[in-house]
């Protein structure tokens, strides 16, 4: 049973980081678009660390329409 745990733990890890990291660059391609290709910036650092940013501000602001 421990080997399909850490199987599916470490695909799941996986499969979310690339998320997060496709929404990234996503994000960045957006402005960056007349500059360099999709697949050029999908290569580079900062993806996972935008679409985390990304993520935490469009919770932040779900969470401020509700506090209202």
Same mark, same amino acid.
């Given at each position: 049973?421990?080997? %399909?745990?850490?199987?599916?733990?470490?695909?799941?890890?996986?499969?979310?980081? !690339?998320?997060?990291?496709?929404? @990234? *660059?996503? %994000?960045?391609?957006?402005?960056?678009?007349?500059? /360099? *290709? /999709?697949?050029?910036?999908?290569?580079?650092?900062?993806? @996972?660390?935008?679409?985390?940013?990304? %993520?935490?501000?469009?919770? +932040? =602001? +779900? =969470? !401020? =329409?509700?506090?209202?």
């Amino acid at each position: 049973m421990g080997i %399909i745990e850490a199987f599916l733990e470490t695909l799941f890890q996986e499969i979310l980081w !690339g998320l997060i990291k496709r929404l @990234g *660059s996503f %994000i960045r391609w957006l402005f960056l678009r007349n500059k /360099y *290709s /999709y697949d050029l910036i999908y290569k580079q650092d900062w993806n @996972g660390r935008v679409g985390l940013l990304t %993520i935490c501000l469009i919770i +932040i =602001l +779900i =969470l !401020g =329409l509700f506090k209202v």
